[in-house]
């Protein structure tokens, strides 16, 4: 007889989401992201880091101070670096994001033309940001689906 107990797609995509984002070296957030296509193939996938050239150990991680003493000017957001990662056209594809989209992201995704969001957190939804961001999706009639709970990924060192 089969096992019953296993993952859902969602549930599997949204794990290598999470995956992914134990790759960041971001001390207060960690976001993993995994693009699907149509046929839960594995297409793009990235993290929330600084870009390729730019040290992690030169670049600030600091939430707090003037612009230029924070990360957010440097950071690239985990969506954008699984779109850049992609390896082929994103046009009905589903993007498994552990955070709901800025604003910047539901653009890039937007015009990447994947169709659906499936995310976890949405700790951000009152902040002007992401308001403006389930705006544009809606208007693009992107589909938005949150996992009902969260998917906790253990992984041990060898």
Same mark, same amino acid.
């Given at each position: 007889?089969?096992?019953?107990?296993?993952?859902?797609?969602?549930? &599997?995509?949204?794990?290598? @989401?999470?995956? +992914?984002? /134990? /790759? +960041?070296? $971001?001390?207060?957030?960690?976001?993993?992201?995994?693009?699907? +296509?149509?046929?839960?193939?594995?297409?793009?996938?990235?993290? #929330?880091?600084?870009?390729?050239?730019?040290?992690?150990?030169?670049?600030?991680?600091?939430?707090?101070?003037?612009?230029?003493?924070?990360? &957010?000017?440097?950071?690239?957001? @985990?969506?954008?670096n699984a779109i850049l990662n992609s390896t082929r056209d994103l046009h009905g594809c589903t993007i498994y994001v552990s955070l709901f989209p800025c604003n910047e992201c539901a653009k890039a995704i937007i015009q990447s033309g994947i169709a659906r969001i499936v995310y976890e957190?949405?700790?951000?939804? $009152?902040?002007? #940001?992401?308001?403006?961001?389930?705006?544009?999706? #809606?208007? @693009?009639?992107?589909?938005?689906?949150?996992?009902?709970?969260?998917?906790?990924? +253990?992984?041990?060192?060898?």
């Amino acid at each position: 007889m089969k096992r019953e107990d296993v993952l859902s797609w969602d549930e &599997y995509f949204m794990g290598l @989401a999470h995956l +992914s984002a /134990r /790759r +960041s070296k $971001d001390p207060s957030t960690q976001v993993g992201a995994a693009i699907v +296509s149509p046929d839960r193939k594995v297409v793009g996938i990235g993290y #929330n880091g600084f870009p390729i050239g730019c040290s992690d150990d030169e670049f600030p991680w600091e939430r707090e101070g003037s612009f230029q003493e924070t990360k &957010y000017p440097f950071v690239v957001h @985990a969506e954008l670096n699984a779109i850049l990662n992609s390896t082929r056209d994103l046009h009905g594809c589903t993007i498994y994001v552990s955070l709901f989209p800025c604003n910047e992201c539901a653009k890039a995704i937007i015009q990447s033309g994947i169709a659906r969001i499936v995310y976890e957190c949405d700790k951000y939804a $009152d902040q002007d #940001n992401v308001i403006a961001s389930k705006k544009m999706l #809606n208007a @693009a009639g992107v589909e938005l689906v949150q996992l009902p709970y969260s998917i906790k990924l +253990s992984v041990s060192k060898s």
